[in-house]
């Protein structure tokens, strides 16, 4: 016998029930990016206090070096590349750059510049690929998260060129001015900041994703060597090799 059915009291309305897809995209462009920010920053520093020696990249330059100095100077520069773009258009606000050039013109140099720097980063990468898995001594020098994160770099580079055409088909400049305030949402703790990504283009939401998901495996990885840019020997002073005498008649 099934149970009799409770009507609602007066005065007591029903909540309404929120649709699963709104669940994640809140979840996925509302939280998850600072879950990501916040493993990045705090992981880094955690891993650079107790693992410095950790704070590097493995070495198999003597294995097939001249694919891997072209590769590695390709990738690293279309990297850079994309990094500053990515910076600089997704967080400079709409109202600074307006007065010298349009959010159309904006997004026309943005799909060229980073088509082209995309391109030389891609090739790069491929090289890096082909020598680390195609290479039975580079492979056995490999470890597993070296060939995890080239393999999450390739998806996301592929998934970086598929926009294009969609961005190509959205010449109002619509799409890349709701990434932008997404972007600069997080920065500034804006509220619903995952309603500027609902409803695009599934290229544009696994980029986002897959990114995020580059974030969080930062401090477990080799990639936290990109925070160890050797700057700080432009300043360092030189140093002047001096033998010691007695030693010298030690050994003489």
């Known amino acids: 016998m099934s149970a009799p059915i409770v009507p609602a009291q007066a005065g007591h309305e029903a909540l309404p029930s929120i649709p699963i897809d709104l669940w994640v995209n809140t979840f996925l462009f509302g939280v998850l990016p600072y879950i990501a920010l916040a493993v990045m920053v705090v992981g880094s520093i955690i891993r650079y206090d107790r693992e410095p020696y950790t704070w590097r990249t493995g070495s198999s330059q003597l294995l097939r070096r001249k694919q891997l100095m072209w590769g590695s100077?390709?990738?690293?520069?279309?990297?850079?590349?994309?990094?500053?773009?990515?910076?600089?258009?997704?967080?400079?606000?709409?109202?600074?750059?307006?007065?010298?050039?349009?959010?159309?013109?904006?997004?026309?140099?943005?799909?060229?510049?980073?088509?082209?720097?995309?391109?030389?980063?891609?090739?790069?990468?491929?090289?890096?690929?082909?020598?680390?898995?195609?290479?039975?001594?580079?492979?056995?020098?490999?470890?597993?998260?070296?060939?995890?994160?080239?393999?999450?770099?390739?998806?996301?580079?592929?998934?970086?060129l598929l926009t294009v055409p969609f961005s190509l088909a959205h010449s109002d400049a619509e799409v890349m001015l709701r990434l932008s305030a997404w972007a600069q949402g997080i920065f500034t703790l804006k509220p619903g900041i995952a309603n500027y990504v609902a409803g695009l283009d599934w290229p544009y939401q696994a980029h986002l994703v897959m990114g995020m998901l580059i974030f969080l495996l930062f401090p477990f990885t080799r990639l936290v060597h990109m925070l160890s840019a050797p700057i700080r020997y432009v300043w360092r002073p030189g140093y002047q090799v001096v033998r010691s005498r007695k030693l010298g008649a030690q050994n003489g």
Do not use: W
């Open 73 to 160: 100077v390709l990738f690293h520069v279309g990297v850079l590349f994309l990094f500053m773009g990515h910076f600089v258009g997704l967080l400079t606000p709409h109202s600074i750059y307006q007065h010298f050039i349009s959010a159309e013109t904006k997004q026309l140099v943005a799909i060229v510049a980073g088509s082209i720097a995309g391109l030389i980063c891609f090739i790069g990468l491929v090289l890096l690929m082909h020598r680390r898995f195609f290479d039975a001594r580079v492979r056995q020098t490999s470890t597993f998260s070296d060939n995890a994160i080239l393999i999450i770099l390739f998806v996301q580079l592929l998934l970086g």
